[in-house]
């Protein structure tokens, strides 16, 4: 594939017509139609990838009349985004994020984020929650019938109540911080999040922890980007339209994020 090292990717997240996208680029790359509509569907700003420079700032002037704003890259950068690291613990103080994992502990302060996004992701290895044992060594949590029809599993004398999450779906967020690449995950349910004390705010208007943790990082983490999801977790909106069928698609459209937005800061291009 020589010559062909560049990619097409857009700069922002205004809608866009996939159909009319996919026809363009599947007509460009000679690639099945509805293979380059998947792609896009999932990455969500990856137009093009392993094309030659020329026929990619050819599309990005197609696109540019259709009001889509595209830049053309190194194919390389589409996967330099460093491994996340796993968080089982996330602190937010008034100076600082902390972050706990598999006995790390890494802080940063809040002008040190440089994108911050989330999405609803199916993850495979979802398990059903397991419940609880009460002090006589039997479940607090009601039987449910799993998969397999059994109310319950065995595990040597005690006896648990499986409890069937019906979703597999998961909230999942990243953290991006300038200091040594730092690439940081958490998963709900995975992960003990701990928040500045909400008393004197909104006492009457009670709301869940993800939707606290999404407004006060956009509160305190003023210097940085936000994927299209977190302000529409902050204000308790629905995650539908980024919603990802596996975590690999959401990591492409976390990527993409993180590469437009730098080409935003750093490029007269971009700007």
Not at 75 to 92: D, E, F, G
Not at 191 to 219: F, H, N, Q, W, Y
Request: hydrophobic share 35%.
């Amino acid at each position: 594939m020589e010559g062909r090292d560049y990619a097409l990717i857009r700069l922002d997240e205004s809608k866009i017509n996939i159909a009319d996208v996919a026809r363009i680029v599947a007509g460009v790359e000679g690639r099945p139609l509805a293979d380059v509509s998947m792609r896009l569907k999932a990455s969500r700003g990856i137009i093009a990838e392993h094309v030659e420079r020329d026929v990619a700032e050819g599309m990005a002037k197609v696109l540019e009349v259709r009001g889509i704003r595209c830049t053309v890259v190194p194919t390389k950068l589409i996967a330099a985004t460093p491994k996340p690291k796993r968080c089982t613990q996330l602190t937010l103080s008034a100076r600082k994020l902390v972050l706990k994992g598999r006995g790390d502990e890494e802080s940063c302060g809040w002008d040190d984020i440089e994108l911050v996004n989330c999405g609803r992701v199916r993850l495979l290895d979802h398990q059903p929650d397991r419940g609880s044992l009460s002090d006589q060594g039997m479940a607090r949590s009601a039987p449910v019938v799993g998969l397999s029809g059994l109310p319950a599993i065995a595990l040597g004398r005690r006896r648990y109540v499986r409890t069937v999450r019906e979703d597999p779906y998961s909230l999942v967020m990243d953290i991006f911080a300038r200091a040594n690449d730092g690439h940081y995950r958490f998963y709900e349910g995975l992960s003990e999040v701990r928040l500045p004390d909400p008393r004197g705010k909104d006492p009457d208007k009670p709301m869940s922890r993800d939707r606290r943790l999404a407004r006060t990082i956009i509160e305190k983490a003023t210097g940085a980007s936000f994927g299209a999801a977190l302000p529409l977790l902050a204000e308790g909106k629905s995650l539908h339209s980024y919603t990802f069928t596996s975590e690999p698609s959401y990591n492409r459209y976390t990527n993409w994020l993180l590469q437009s937005e730098r080409i935003k800061r750093e490029s007269p291009e971009g700007r």
